[in-house]
């Protein structure tokens, strides 16, 4: 991978175009902007789209700009990692040929400059989530994706449009913050100690960087408040705040 390696999370690209959804999204623009005229590589950790579901033949025309910005983006030379979330997990050939330039169904190992990190979107990780595991079990089953497929798009969107959360959603209490962070940072432990630099993760909504022996414990943050992103150097990784830095 090309050097800076930019990670981001949780963009929760909406499937109506507010006013407010529009400048959300031009920031993230503006960011890709800065990812182009610095080369590298950015690594997108799930949750793009507040909803996805591909189609052999059709694609959500909702997320138009946000296609061209980031094929425009990764004609530019910069390779385009994303790892899928539990918001898209549904994707076919236009995601991981046109879109991406690789794309991930599970967690990742992966070596940059000699530091190992470890990479997960997060989803189903935390002991009291049982329920969600059981979830995810049956809507990523081949049955299932086969099944939603034969739904006509306007039912299958439309139905996505009605259960999708808003962006207020993704706040949680303080409380809720810190178990989170209790939870995380004990599995981070267990990967850390066994020679990893950097455990990475999505998914939780809250901007963290945390030390942890000799490695550090990420969680990116997201696009809809945080405005966030981690920067890899080569030897170094930092979280850092795009309202502050950009």
């Known amino acids: 991978m ?18 407010a959804e529009k400048i959300r999204r031009q920031k993230l623009f503006r960011f890709f902007e800065h990812v182009r005229s610095t080369g590298g590589t950015l690594f997108i950790n799930g949750d793009i789209f507040d ?16 296609y061209y ?10 390779e385009i990692h994303f790892m899928l979330g539990n918001h898209d997990y549904w994707v076919l050939d236009f995601v991981t040929e046109q879109l991406s330039t690789k794309t991930y169904f599970d967690d990742l190992s992966l070596e940059i400059e000699g530091k190992h990190f470890f990479i997960t979107h997060g989803d189903g990780y935390l ?12 809507i990523r089953s081949r049955l299932f994706i086969w099944i939603y497929r034969w739904i006509h798009p306007r039912i299958g969107y439309g139905f996505a449009q009605w259960v999708s959360k808003k962006g207020e959603h993704y706040q949680h209490s303080e409380e809720y913050d810190r178990r989170v962070q ?23 909504h809250q901007a963290l960087e945390f030390q ?35």
């Open 69 to 78: 910005q980031i094929n425009k983006l990764k004609e530019s030379g910069v």
């Open 127 to 138: 002991s009291w989530d049982s329920g969600y595991r059981l979830l995810r079990f049956v």
């Open 51 to 66: 909803f996805y579901f591909e189609y052999k033949q059709l694609i959500p025309k909702m997320y138009f700009d946000f």
């Open 182 to 204: 209790a939870e995380m940072e004990k599995h981070a432990r267990t990967k850390l100690s066994k020679n990893y630099d950097f455990f990475i993760t999505g998914h939780y």
């Open 212 to 246: 942890i022996d000799h490695g550090k414990l990420f969680i990116l943050g997201d696009w809809l408040r945080c405005f966030t992103y981690a920067e890899f150097d080569g030897r170094n990784m930092a979280l850092k705040y795009w309202e502050k830095d950009g």
């Open 2 to 19: 090309e050097l800076p390696v930019y990670f981001i999370s949780d963009l929760h690209l909406m499937l109506k175009l507010t006013p």
